[in-house]
Nanobody
Framework: QVHLVESGGGLVQAGGSLRLSCVASGRTFDRYAMGWFRQVPGTEREFLAGISSHGVSVYYADFVKGRFTISRDNAKNTVELQMNNLSFEDTAKYYC??????????????????WGQGTQVTVSS
């Protein structure tokens, strides 16, 4: 059983920063790509960033490039998302995800099949 738990969400002012973290359990962590997604009510969940099993490959959605950074620590079974220069458009529920197959690069949103419970990020304008 795969279990993913996000933390670090909250309320932040526009222009500020947050760092989200996710801890994984249930499978050998360094075999799988990890990613971050977000969802606004009434819209589909959207891909933000992905990272391959050992961090060799990283991918970002165009609208977060230059502001968000994904990283992972395989010794701690964690993946992080550093978010800078936040705006009110970034308000959403943020989800950690893990790929279903090993040895994927983390680029394709369809590769992610396991999800955390989500953590709310609210940016005040």
């Amino acid at each position: 059983q795969v279990h993913l738990v996000e933390s670090g969400g909250g309320l932040v002012q526009a222009g500020g920063s947050l760092r989200l973290s996710c801890v994984a359990s249930g499978r050998t962590f360094d075999r799988y790509a990890m990613g971050w997604f977000r969802q606004v009510p009434g819209t589909e969940r959207e891909f933000l960033a992905g990272i391959s099993s050992h961090g060799v490959s990283v991918y970002y959605a165009d609208f977060v490039k230059g502001r968000f950074t994904i990283s992972r620590d395989n010794a701690k079974n964690t993946v992080e998302l550093q978010m800078n220069n936040l705006s009110f458009e970034d308000t959403a529920k943020y989800y950690c995800a893990q790929s279903g197959r090993p040895a994927t690069n983390g680029r394709n949103s369809g590769d992610y099949v396991y999800w955390g419970q989500g953590t709310q990020v609210t940016v005040s304008s």
